[in-house]
């Protein structure tokens, strides 16, 4: 059984930057991507990036040049940097499988809200 448990959310000013993490236990394929999500009030879930086995990633428009996708494969981690935040990034973000690949059981997910 697999658990995904995210961290590192709060608040923050337009501008700032915040790094989450998603720690990993149990078993996810190896040749599985792993990537980050978010769901803003009243929206439905999106995809923000995704970080293959080889390091190769990839990124919504929305966010791509302000947040960078990283993975520990060692530690069984995931993180997220989000610079130059913007208020349309509030949202609850969660780590889970690549946009393509089966999803296993959805964390609680970590607040990032972004308000002056």
């Known amino acids: 059984q697999v658990r995904l448990v995210e961290s590192g959310g709060g608040l923050v000013q337009p501008g700032g930057s915040l790094r989450l993490s998603c720690a990993a236990s149990?078993?996810?394929?190896?040749?599985?991507?792993m990537g980050w999500y978010r769901q803003a009030p009243g929206k439905q879930r999106e995809w923000v990036a995704d970080?293959?086995?080889?390091?190769?990633?990839d990124y919504a428009g929305s966010v791509k040049g302000r947040f960078s996708i990283s993975r520990d494969n060692a530690k069984n981690m995931l993180y997220l940097q989000m610079n130059s935040l913007k208020l349309e990034d509030t949202a609850v973000y969660y780590c889970?499988?690549?946009?393509?690949?089966?999803?296993?059981?959805w964390g609680q997910g970590t607040q990032v809200t972004v308000s002056s």
């Open positions: 889970n499988t690549g946009l393509h690949f089966t999803k296993v059981n």
């Open positions: 970080i293959y086995r080889g390091g190769i990633t």
């Open positions: 149990g078993s996810i394929p190896s040749i599985y991507a």
